[in-house]
Nanobody, 120 residues
Framework: QVRLVESGGGLVQPGGSLRLSCAVS????????MGWYRQAPGKQRELVAT????????NYADSVKGRFTISRDNAKNTVYLQMNSLKPEDTAVYYC?????????????WGQGTQVTVSS
């Protein structure tokens, strides 16, 4: 059973930064695609960023390009999301996701989520 535990959320002022972490148990981390999604109140869950297991190729939502960076440490079974220049519209619950490469986006296993609030 894969288990994902997110941390690093909190309250930050507009323009500030946060780094989210997601620790993954199990042996699948080094071979799985890792991703961050978010869900704001009243909205559907949306993709924020993904990173592949080999080569570390990344993909970002247009709304976060140039501000967010996803990275992974295969030795620590951990994926990170560095969020800079945060905006109020980034406020959401952020979820970590892991899936095998052949599983469609949105499938796989999920963490419990961590709240990010951007407000002055």
């Amino acid at each position: 059973q894969v288990r994902l535990v997110e941390s690093g959320g909190g309250l930050v002022q507009p323009g500030g930064s946060l780094r989210l972490s997601c620790a993954v148990s199990g042996s699948v981390f080094s071979t799985n695609v890792m991703g961050w999604y978010r869900q704001a109140p009243g909205k559907q869950r949306e993709l924020v960023a993904t990173i592949t297991p080999i080569g570390g190729n990344t993909n970002y939502a247009d709304s976060v390009k140039g501000r967010f960076t996803i990275s992974r440490d295969n030795a620590k079974n951990t994926v990170y999301l560095q969020m800079n220049s945060l905006k109020p519209e980034d406020t959401a619950v952020y979820y970590c996701n892991t899936r095998a490469r052949w599983v469609p986006a949105g499938g796989g296993s999920w963490g419990q989520g961590t709240q990010v609030t951007v407000s002055s």
